[in-house]
């Protein structure tokens, strides 16, 4: 149980175009969604919280108009880089825990990310 | 916010020995502090986790150790086989709001056969 799937799993596109990730939990729902970024040989940096039906939390430091995230159901989130360019390339992942009380989070396979 | 530091960066044993890592976080009001290991290119996978009304929990060859007045706590692998190679990341949730995981920078584990 407590399957997370992302897809895609790697893309390329070409500077100043958006690409769209998707996060699903596959046997469970999840009311909070995590989505992370990973630059090579470094660690994971929390870019913000995706909530079922509100709006995203993000971190500090985080443009909301360049990474628009949207949590339409309770087993699906999606993250758009709009107008990418080559700084965004970089591993994306998210994560999603079942339930309502504190438990443990799941991470999907990540996409790789390579901009142009 | 919530700050993890993680040492050391990078570890290298011989199969067979133990293997310690150990991180340090800032905001006393965490309480769950998992360990995920990744191997490149895929995805972090829990391997064990904590929570603050208990000291030690051990799986198998994997223990962690919690000590909440000093706020620090460790990763204990024993036995250590080449597969336990990859790096490995603690974590600690600070915000108990949102649930978010703040990680600390990672230790890259060879070991040795």
């Known amino acids: 149980g407590a399957v997370v799937s992302q897809h895609p799993s790697r893309v390329i596109c070409k500077s100043g175009t958006s690409v769209k990730i998707e996060c699903r939990s596959l046997d469970f729902q999840a009311t909070t969604m995590f989505w992370y970024r990973q630059f090579p040989k470094q660690s994971l940096m929390l870019m913000a919280t995706s909530n079922e039906g509100s709006k995203a939390t993000y971190e500090q430091g985080v443009e909301k108009d360049k990474f628009l995230i949207n949590h339409a159901s309770l087993t699906l989130s999606t993250l758009t880089v709009t107008s990418a360019h080559p700084e965004d390339s970089s591993f994306y992942i998210c994560?999603?825990?079942?339930?309502?009380?504190?438990?443990?989070?799941?991470f999907g396979p990540g996409t790789r990310l390579l901009v142009l | 916010g919530e700050n993890v530091e993680q040492h050391p960066s990078t570890l290298s044993v011989q199969e067979g020995d133990s293997a310690v890592i150990k991180c340090t976080y800032s905001?006393?009001?965490?309480?769950?502090f998992p360990w995920y290991k990744q191997e490149l290119g895929k995805r972090p996978q829990l391997i064990i986790d904590i929570r603050s009304n208990v000291g030690e929990k051990k799986d198998q060859r994997i223990a962690v150790t919690l000590n909440k007045t000093a706020k620090h706590f460790s990763l204990h692998i024993t036995e250590t086989q080449p597969e336990d190679s990859a790096v490995y990341f603690c974590a600690a949730e600070g915000d108990t709001g949102r649930r978010a995981l703040t990680f600390g920078s990672g230790t890259r584990l060879q070991v040795q056969p």
């Open positions: 994560s999603a825990s079942p339930g309502l009380a504190r438990e443990t989070q799941y």
């Open positions: 905001d006393s009001a965490s309480n769950y």
